[in-house]
């Protein structure tokens, strides 16, 4: 099993950046394949990034590529969600995930989730 524990959310001016930290607990992080979605309000929870066990394979939403950017350190059993150029859509709640599934987007596939960290950028 793996908790997971998202940081890095806060307030942000539109254009602006901010670098979001999943903290997973257990000893078999390198195993999994990780995702970043979010969810405002209102709103289905929605996909933003993956990235596979060793970091070699990354995929992003459309409505983010050029501007977020995964990456994980598995020595330190975390993921992080570069974020830059941020707009007001950008504004929810951002959950990270683990899957043994592989690279994917589809919400369903993911096994662990964090409880989230909120984005909010004033424009």
């Known amino acids: 099993q793996v908790q997971l524990v998202e940081s890095g959310g806060g307030l942000v001016q539109a254009g602006g950046s901010l670098r979001l930290s999943c903290a997973a607990s257990?000893?078999?992080?390198?195993?999994?394949?990780m995702g970043w979605f979010r969810q405002a309000p209102g709103k289905e929870r929605e996909f933003v990034a993956a990235?596979?066990?060793?970091?070699?394979?990354?995929y992003y939403a459309d409505s983010v590529k050029g501007r977020f950017t995964i990456s994980r350190d598995n020595a330190k059993n975390t993921v992080y969600l570069r974020m830059d150029n941020l707009n007001a859509e950008d504004t929810a709640v951002y959950y990270c995930?683990?899957?043994?599934?592989?690279?994917?987007?589809?919400?369903?596939?993911?096994?662990?989730w964090g409880q989230g960290t909120q984005v909010t950028v004033s424009s």
């Open positions: 990235i596979s066990w060793s970091g070699g394979r990354t």
């Open positions: 257990g000893r078999t992080f390198s195993s999994y394949a």
């Open positions: 995930a683990a899957t043994t599934r592989g690279v994917l987007a589809a919400p369903r596939w993911y096994d662990y």
